[in-house]
């Protein structure tokens, strides 16, 4: 059991891995890295059929860049536009020009930082819209891109080339908008936990209140279920004092 848990995690983190390495790769990955990539597992044909599945769903080609633009709902392309609009105000810059304002920033600058902020700008988009449809709204994906930029250009202390800059701040939009669409994960899954527990409690009531033709106490509940006092109470207050069976004054708790 425990070699297979091994095997899980061993594949769970190479398909993250992968995954990530596509992103960087704007969104596409070659069959030969990905096979290259599980090697020592072994897959079979199916096996292989299901990475590549797993990949398409997350916005990721193979050989060829999917088109993003085609998954994003009417309301996200409305905003896609008016935000890219916004960007052509923006003035172009040099590949001359931007080595020197990334030189300025990574000594620290601040004006020069705010300059490549906007050079930036423009690649947000880009990056958010290979995290679409993963649970977070595309405009919450471009806010959290735009934060993480803001705070890389002050960092750029850490690399030791201007040519660097473009994969360090990109690693830095892609982690902040992974971390989001983790954090939306979690508390959705903490919001199906609660639902799940109301609606247990609610049934068990709703059983036990058919039986005695009458709202039940939370002690006739704990009696006729084993639950402890602390789940019935928790799951009344999450739903605000909604489960209509339960005879409950919020007041004696």
């Known amino acids: 059991m425990g070699n297979l848990d091994n095997k899980e995690k061993e594949f769970a983190k190479m398909l993250a891995d992968v995954t990530r390495l596509a992103r960087e790769q704007k969104g596409v990955i070659s069959s030969e890295q990905v096979q290259e990539a599980f090697e020592e597992l072994d897959l079979s044909k199916e096996q292989y059929d299901l990475v590549y599945e797993y990949l398409k769903n997350h916005n990721i080609g193979i050989g060829e860049a999917l088109d993003s633009d085609e998954i994003l709902t009417g309301e996200e392309s409305s905003y896609l536009q008016e935000y890219l609009d916004e960007l052509e105000m923006l003035p172009d810059v040099s590949d001359a020009e931007k080595e020197g304002i990334t030189i300025s920033a990574m000594a620290g600058d601040i004006n020069a930082q705010k300059k490549l902020i906007e050079i930036y700008l423009k690649n947000v988009p880009d990056i958010a819209k290979l995290y679409a449809e993963q649970g977070v709204y595309l405009e919450d994906l471009i806010g959290e ?87 019935i109470i928790e799951a009344i207050k999450l739903s605000a004092n909604n489960i209509e069976d339960i005879d409950f004054n919020e007041e004696d708790y």
Do not use: C, H
């Open 145 to 231: 891109g735009n934060v993480a930029l803001t705070r890389g250009v002050t960092m750029l202390n850490a690399i030791e080339k201007p040519s660097e800059a473009d994969a360090f701040l990109g690693r830095m939009m892609m982690d902040a908008m992974e971390d989001l669409i983790a954090e939306n994960i979690d508390e959705a899954g903490r919001a199906n936990t609660a639902v799940q527990k109301v609606q247990e409690v609610a049934d068990r009531a709703k059983e036990l209140s058919e039986q005695v033709q009458r709202k039940v106490t939370v002690e006739e509940l704990m009696e006729e279920t084993g639950w402890e006092r602390e789940k």
